[in-house]
């Protein structure tokens, strides 16, 4: 029996569930950095059209 | 006499760790070498183990397979033990850093078993002539895989973090009994898995195949601290989404200094 296949599977499924293991939180602090800069846009918004009405 | 002044410092340290917005800028200075450390002694491992340790005189060439299911298999086991050993901070202490760190390991600790768990199948088709049996220590690894999920699934089924981290910290030391029927499994019921071939005394494998584990398995633990580091700073940032100091880290402040200078603002 030929056990490359075999070989390269094991290695090839580390490969994928680790690498997405290590990029999940990347791309949940993009997220999180977006809705904080969101947020402070928000706000900055507010406090300008309440200077303006005063 | 230097006793004191050092345990004063360690005492100091941990309180600081405790400290999100600390704790932000200490991980994210780690980080990097973590990550290096781990693509370094990895290649390696890789490399060793699939192109120069010699072929198993009964396996052959399938026996590679070991330097991904053998390390990926242990780092399932210890970062159970270590979640748990967290939720145990947590849930006496109080202590948040420990909530969260427990919580970030959860992930971590799935995606381990997962590879150990689909790894050791691959190897037993052609060695046991199945993917899967009901053995003792293959089904006690994947009980293993459900309480990491457990845990993942209460903490994210309850709103308010804390009172989750609590549930899920509970559910965390309630599983930690999975942990010496894994490792007792092969001696405790007669399973087609075989017994483990290094231990506290020695080994019976070839240090020329001996060498890639134990660097594949070092490798994976900077993985794991890496991993983990990186999770906590991002769990933070989003718990304290409202916090003063959230607004002060470079990722922050640098969009928001560059937006002020844009035209129009």
Request: hydrophobic content about 55%; charged content about 15%; overall charge positive.
């Amino acid at each position: 029996m030929n056990h490359t296949p075999f070989i390269w599977a094991a290695y090839g499924i580390g490969a994928l569930v680790l690498t997405w293991c290590a990029l999940a939180p990347l791309l949940r602090k993009k997220a999180a950095i977006k809705a904080i800069l969101e947020m402070r846009r928000a706000t900055n918004e507010r406090r300008a059209n309440h200077d303006a009405d005063a | 006499m230097n006793d004191v002044p050092r345990k004063n410092a360690l005492l100091l340290f941990l309180h600081r760790l405790g400290s999100p917005p600390w704790f932000y800028r200490f991980a994210g200075k780690l980080l990097p070498w973590l990550w290096a450390a781990f693509a370094m002694l990895a290649s390696i491992a890789i490399y060793q183990g699939l192109f120069e340790a010699p072929p198993d005189y009964l396996q052959g060439e399938i026996f590679r397979i070991m330097y991904i299911h053998v390390p990926t298999a242990w780092l399932s086991m210890m970062i159970y033990g270590l979640m748990a050993a967290m939720a145990f901070v947590a849930l006496v202490w109080r202590v948040r850093m420990a909530e969260v760190m427990a919580m970030c390991s959860a992930p971590v600790g799935a995606a381990f078993t997962l590879v150990a768990l689909a790894s050791g199948a691959i190897w037993g088709r052609p060695t046991w002539g199945t993917y899967w049996v009901w053995d003792a220590r293959l089904t006690s690894e994947l009980v293993l895989l459900f309480l990491y999920l457990g845990v993942m699934g209460l903490y994210s089924s309850i709103e308010e973090p804390r009172k989750a981290a609590r549930a899920a910290s509970l559910l965390t030391l309630v599983g930690v009994v999975n942990l010496p029927i894994i490792h007792y499994s092969v001696k405790w019921w007669n399973t087609l898995h075989q017994d483990s071939s290094i231990g506290v005394t020695g080994s019976s494998i070839h240090p020329e195949m001996l060498w890639p584990l134990l660097i594949m398995a070092a490798a994976t633990k900077f993985f794991y601290a890496a991993n983990l580091l990186q999770r906590s700073r991002v769990k933070l940032l989003e718990q304290d989404i409202r916090k003063k100091w959230v607004l002060q880290i470079p990722e922050i402040s640098n969009a928001t200094a560059i937006e002020a200078q844009e035209p129009g603002n």
